[in-house]
């Protein structure tokens, strides 16, 4: 599967190679109760932490933001999310189910602050939406270069194994598959949206709330890679300044230095 899809790329006909993997993952094993998992990468005192949600493609996992996490131990808490079929496990049977279980994997995590890369965009708007309709208001949501607009570039970074954190095979390329299958237009949310961006591009109209565009180093994989410390500090200095807590230290500073 791998070799169709490399193929399908190099003619020119991504997409096509795309609905190839959509449709084996709709012969593939589902279930009604997938099992998402919360797992911590690192804590800290500022508030609200951050809960981040894979990328879904073939090569992704909550690996992805270990380096992230890392920039911001002993500062921020942040979770990453497991998700269902990428470990050969049943595929989501639709996306109500999938976000269900998004969801209930942070429901614990009081008002927190969504991230998610490329197709986690659609999975963190998504589970934000799920959490408001129960009554669980997240702070924030954080589209790291979500919806890019070169899919044959994202699928020849996905299959260079320098990128990968978890190998491509065929169950995760079937997942991914599904994962895009089910990926529909983003719902309106009320919690503030940020997208951060590495280039000049036309984002859609994503939430009924204010979106802010913060424009960061690196490209739809390396933001996350050696460029993950910067865009880790950019993130977490936005929340300071929305949260308002950024300008109670400035004053606080302000009064020590008279």
Do not use: N
């Amino acid at each position: 599967m791998e070799r169709l899809l490399r193929k399908a790329v190099d003619v020119g006909r991504a997409q096509d190679g795309l609905d190839l993997l959509a449709t084996a993952s709709r012969l593939s094993p589902a279930t009604d109760a997938p099992k998402a998992e919360a797992v911590a990468l690192a804590t800290g005192f500022l508030q609200p932490s951050l809960v981040c949600l894979p990328s879904a493609l073939a090569s992704s996992g909550i690996e992805e933001y270990g380096r992230f996490a890392a920039a911001l131990e002993a500062a921020r808490d942040v979770t990453a999310v497991t998700l269902p079929g990428f470990a050969g496990d049943p595929l989501p049977a639709d996306a109500d189910v999938l976000v269900q279980a998004l969801a209930e994997a942070v429901s614990a995590i009081a008002a927190p602050v969504l991230v998610g890369r490329s197709v986690g965009a659609w999975l963190a708007l998504a589970t934000a939406g799920e959490l408001e309709r129960r009554g669980a208001r997240p702070s924030a949501v954080v589209l790291i270069d979500g919806y890019p607009d070169d899919l044959p570039g994202v699928l020849t970074g996905m299959l260079d194994a320098g990128h990968q954190v978890q190998p491509v095979d065929d169950d995760r390329l079937v997942a991914m598959g599904r994962y895009l299958d089910l990926a529909g237009a983003p719902e309106p949310v009320t919690a503030p949206v940020l997208l951060v961006s590495t280039g000049k591009r036309s984002w859609p109209r994503l939430s009924t709330t204010a979106q802010e565009v913060l424009t960061v180093s690196g490209d739809h994989f390396t933001v996350l890679e050696e460029h993950s410390a910067a865009t880790a500090l950019a993130i977490s200095t936005w929340l300071l300044d929305f949260s308002g807590y950024g300008a109670g230290l400035s004053a606080l500073r302000g009064k020590d230095d008279a």
